[in-house]
T-cell receptor, first 115, second 116 residues
């Protein structure tokens, strides 16, 4: 089966600019996650979708980050305006459902550098 | 909230030697535990998971992990390291946060280096 697809792979912007990332989960996976992975750290959950609804965005900095999954399939994550501390790899993952034992399947990520 | 601690941010072994990567977790309920591997410039790949039942779990690439409730540990081992095992390894615990959501809490990661 095709894996989780993310684009772009790399992005360099200046602070205060805006940027958007795209994710297409594994076909049939109802649950989609966005993680932020800062260099040298484990991934941290930003937002979780179940189909086209948000089930957890408690760790999303909502003053600058937004995400949507309008048709319950692919998703976009946006940062506006970007800050230096947003430099990180943004990982998208999907799972069949929200079960605690369901493994999450990760894309290769988008590496964001803020100048 | 649950937490995961990985002892040793860097581990170096010789090719053919035993690999031991340590993971301890804190949880007030029976945990679901995972080990993921991340190769450079790639996403995370599931190595193995523990849900219920047998406490010794076998995964891909010859890795296995043992769940020890009394020690709140889930250490990852491989009898004989191969050069291709060089990567970053993450231990994670699954936690229910909201009525419908669940979250993986990751440890800080351990970078495994394999010397020829």
């Amino acid at each position: 089966e095709a894996g989780v697809a993310q684009s772009p792979r790399y992005k360099i912007i200046e602070k205060r600019q805006s940027v958007a990332f795209w994710c297409n989960p594994i076909s049939g996976h109802a649950t989609l996650y966005w993680y932020q992975q800062i260099l040298g750290q484990g991934p941290k959950l930003l937002i979780q979708f179940q189909n086209n609804g948000v089930v957890d965005d408690s760790q999303l900095p909502k003053d600058r980050f937004s995400a949507e999954r309008l048709k319950g399939v692919d998703s976009t994550l946006k940062i506006q305006p970007a800050k230096l501390e947003d430099s990180a790899v943004y990982l998208c993952a999907s799972s069949q459902n929200t079960g605690l034992f369901q493994p999450q399947h990760f894309g290769d990520g988008t590496r964001l550098s803020i100048l | 909230a649950q937490s995961v601690t990985q002892l040793g941010s860097h581990v170096s072994v010789s090719e053919g030697a035993l690999v031991l990567l340590r993971c301890n977790y804190s949880s007030s309920v029976p945990p679901y535990l995972f080990w993921y591997v991340q190769y450079p410039n790639q996403g995370l790949q599931l190595l193995l998971k523990y849900t219920t039942g047998a406490t010794l779990v076998k995964g891909i690439n010859g890795f296995e992990a043992e769940f020890k409730k009394s020690e709140t540990s889930f250490h990852l081992t491989k009898p004989s390291a191969h050069m291709s095992d060089a990567a970053e390894y993450f231990c994670a615990v699954s936690e229910k946060r909201t009525n419908a959501g669940n979250m993986l809490t990751f440890g800080g990661g351990t970078r495994l280096m394999v010397k020829p």
